[in-house]
């Protein structure tokens, strides 16, 4: 069965920067688009970046001109960059990705930000 696995998450100051990746193991076929989303406690699940295999993408108002999201269509992978981080951006980051037949998650990295 197919899985995504995330890396990247940790600690960073207000302003710092940090680097998100994901990869889709071997089974996962025909993604079609890849995305990140996150939890903060007690809210809901919201989504941050996502990307099509033709690489239209689409950020959340709260992260645009912060964030940037890309993928390596050959290596089944995403990535998130992030700058300029604030403590609000404090949350459990979920990689996504959609197949014409199913949806897979990831297990989440957790992002802190804090002085």
């Known amino acids: 069965q197919g899985q995504l696995v995330e890396s990247g998450g940790g600690l960073v100051q207000p302003g710092g920067t940090l680097r998100l990746s994901c990869a889709a193991s071997?089974?996962?076929?025909?993604?079609?688009?890849m995305a990140w989303f996150r939890q903060a406690p007690g809210k809901q699940r919201e989504l941050v970046a996502s990307?099509?295999?033709?690489?239209?993408?689409n950020y959340a108002p709260s992260v645009k001109d912060r964030f940037t999201i890309s993928r390596d269509n050959a290596k089944n992978s995403v990535y998130l960059q992030m700058n300029s981080l604030k403590p609000e951006d404090t949350a459990v980051y979920y990689c996504?990705?959609?197949?014409?037949?199913?949806?897979?998650w990831g297990q989440g990295t957790q992002v802190t930000v804090s002085s």
């Open positions: 996504n990705a959609q197949t014409p037949s199913n949806v897979y």
């Open positions: 990307i099509t295999r033709r690489d239209s993408i």
């Open positions: 071997g089974s996962i076929f025909s993604i079609y688009a």
